[in-house]
């Protein structure tokens, strides 16, 4: 049998309650002796329990009869997958081997944890039918008012019993939303960090309001460092809310896929969707060089675009520089945040652009923070970026706009 964690010290919390209940227990005292790292079974040789290193290529060979996996939504990036690999492997040659997974919800449903927990899922609601596999879990419903007592009751089985009304109360002022809810609450949150509030971008699905091809148009294109995902945002302010649309091209194919490596971005394909924007909506936004051109802006990142954008600029397009500094990038974000809070933005439930939304952490830097993706992540928020930069552009410059140059009375007053 073999406990394990994603760090030592949590392995020797698992490993230490086997030990205090063999030290405790009248019937497993006399069966067992246990040491420092492992309790042995004298009356079976080979029979034992063992407190592995969470730690890739040093756990291949065991014949394993069991494994406690604890916190499973620790067990991260590369390491954590060849990890539960090795260990669960390692199970074959037995007859009734065991797999037994504890943990809390985590953020990144693209980990060992995360897709064990939509299996279960998938399970537990008869979409698979595998009767090896059992799936326990509790959570809060979905969101759910975190603050709620009765939410708390609903997610912990132990509540009023080890754990009480007051400690809750208490944790509320002391830990973020996201903390709260994936400790206490036991939900999956979008990150480790929620930049937004919970259930904020969802709120604001409107699939009522569409882009209207008469009104200034206002267009954010971010690409990627490795050209492997890039995303172009449309935002038009309509009365007091920003309607919203993305195109995103990104490698469909997972990481270890033959075909990862093959891929590559598409960039004429990104040129001819900026040119359809430009011929689709006509009315012209903004001024370059003195001159009012026609159809949307289009702002850019030159870092990674500066040959497209000669050529679409030949090709009559209003391409503006953004650089993404700071400071730019952090009025726009907190701008974008401002924005979903008050449910001023109208997207139509772009699972792609959700999921990019999501993916971003709030960075704090000296004068503010800025959207960027979590560090040594491999996700993708380059659809957030560029909602960022459209939905600023046409909050400051359509505002401005709108209010130069109105009617009134049958007069056109500028």
Known sequence: VVC????????????????TMVTMSPTLSQLCTPFDKEILVPSSPGAKLQRVAAVAGTNDGKNIHAVVCDELHEWQGDKGEKVWNVLTNGTGARRQP??????????DLET??????????????????????YFHWVEAPEACDHRDPAMWAAANPSYGALVHAPFF?????KKTESVFRRYFLNQWVAGADLWLPYGAWDACEDKSLELDESLPTFVGVDIALRNDSTAVVVAQRQSERTVVRAKVWENQFPEGDPRHSEWKLNIFEVEQHMKGLRERFPTPTTTIDDELKPGPEFAYDPAYFHRSAAVLEGDGLAMLEYPQHDSRMIPASQNLYQMIAEGRIAHDGDPTLKRHVENAVADQKP?????????????????AIALAIATYRAETVGAADETSVYETEGLLVI
């Open 98 to 107: 065991m797999v037994l997974q504890i943990t809390t919800a985590g953020y």
């Open 112 to 133: 060992v944890c995360g897709r064990q927990y939509e299996y279960g899922k998938r399970v537990r609601s008869g979409e698979v039918a595998d009767p090896r596999y």
């Open 4 to 19: 394990a964690a994603a760090s030592d010290e949590q392995a020797d919390l698992v490993y230490g309650a086997a030990k």
């Open 169 to 173: 109360e208490d944790q509320l002022s």
């Open 367 to 383: 004068r503010g923070w800025r959207l960027t993706k979590p560090k040594g992540s491999r996700k993708k928020i380059d659809a």
